[in-house]
């Protein structure tokens, strides 16, 4: 049952908004008492925490899945880019900018955690990718991985629409590359390009 009750919420949550969703309407969507919600749920607030949880579980499900393809450096980035953008498609508004806005406590708890699995992401990626010949060499690993860091959750962070923040992640994602690749790799960055063009 709790475990219903998370999926229901989070996916409600992540199409109507985390402010906009009450407990009353989790309760009459999922056909029980919210006297039942709250036997499992302390409030709203602990609902949303392990709602977020839920989803961070999938995001590192989806990527573990995908590094485990060994696709090229540049392949992996767009991957995790088309499965985001695929698990993300129901959602309207940015759901980093909602947290970030109307419960940004559980926010920053959020944020902690994924901080150091990001970085561990992308510093793999790049070295793989120094590795294939697809980012030159001489880059610095750890400003790099910044940068791309900063630049990622400052779109979510800051972009009310998920529609805008999609978009906006694209262009990140082709800047970073471009910044990072070897003549080899900007062959391979445009055949990444042109396919999401067609």
Sequence with gaps: MKEKIIQKATEMFLKLGFKSVTMDDIATELCMS???IYKYFQNKESLIEE????VHQRIQQMMGEIVAQNFNAIAENFEFRKSFKKMFQ???HSPAYQLKKHYPEIYQIMMSERLNECNILFKQNIEKGIRE????PEIDVPSAVQ???TLIFSINENTQLEKEAKALEAKA???HTRALATPKGLVEL?????NLNN
């Design 190 to 194: 445009e055949k990444h390009l042109n």
């Design 133 to 136: 010949g697809l980012y030159r």
């Design 173 to 175: 994602l082709e800047y």
């Design 51 to 54: 709602g977020t949880e839920e």
């Design 147 to 149: 940068f791309y860091y």
């Design 90 to 92: 129901s959602v309207d």
């Design 34 to 36: 919210k006297k039942t």
